[in-house]
């Protein structure tokens, strides 16, 4: 795919985030979307060769909507200015632990992990790296790791969280509240003919911990 055309398309959008313009736009958003869901069947079946979960996920779970909610927000502005696409186990609603490509002009990145998870999934991620935090230490240790993300990421408490004690090894970690990886990458990137290898690289280095966190919704 050539992201150029959608990184232009998402520049102008943002100077004229009106339903007019769009509608207008939309033959060329239209386009678009169908390259998108070209890349997205692409990624999905370079995610299968490491990932078994990912079996049978289809483009149109992967895609979010152009349309912004706007009934808590005092942004009016009907469009979004970027393309995120996710790709989780059982797709885009999914309390599974996932991949994550997002492409907005001067802000691109991938990112993965549990952004938002329920207070009982939380708390079950906690007790897993509590129980095995030796093998959760691996994984935040491996060299893929560190070189696309660095460290986890995320909100976190300023006290430990109940049930914890201060001197706990894993302390730090337990005070997550999200399980995140990142990383940013420049726009120029989104050219290059291995864009898709160069992506599924970052994703796979991720899977470890997405492996980790998402075990503890199937036990």
């Known amino acids: ?21 769009f509608d207008k736009n939309k033959k060329e958003y239209d386009e678009l ?14 995610l299968r060769s490491f990932d078994e979960g990912i079996a049978g996920l289809e483009a149109k779970q992967c895609m979010f909507r152009i ?12 469009y979004k200015t970027n393309f995120g696409l996710t790709f989780n186990r059982g797709g885009k609603s999914s309390p599974y632990a ?6 907005q002009p001067g802000e691109c990145f991938i990112a993965g992990g549990s952004y938002a998870p329920t207070p009982e999934h939380l708390a079950a991620i906690r007790q897993e790296i509590d129980y095995n935090f030796d ?9 893929e790791f560190k070189k696309y993300f660095g460290e986890l990421r995320g ?7 109940k049930g914890y004690e201060l001197d706990n090894p894993a302390i730090e970690f337990l005070k997550h509240k999200q399980f995140l990886m990142w990383h940013e990458f420049d726009e ?32």
């Open 1 to 21: 795919m050539d992201f150029k055309n959608a990184l232009q398309f998402l520049v102008k959008l943002k100077k004229n985030n009106n339903k007019e313009w």
């Open 33 to 46: 979307r169908k390259e998108i869901i070209l890349f997205v069947t692409g990624m999905i079946k370079n």
């Open 67 to 78: 349309n912004r909610d706007m009934r808590f927000s005092k942004d009016k502005s009907p």
């Open 98 to 103: 996932g991949y994550y490509l997002h492409i």
């Open 135 to 143: 093998e959760f230490k691996k994984i935040i240790s491996n060299k």
């Open 155 to 161: 909100d976190k408490l300023v006290r430990p969280p």
């Open 188 to 219: 120029k990137k989104l050219s290059e003919k291995d864009f898709e290898k160069y992506c599924s690289n970052v994703f796979k280095a991720m899977k470890p911990m997405l492996d980790f966190v998402n075990r503890t919704i199937e036990a």
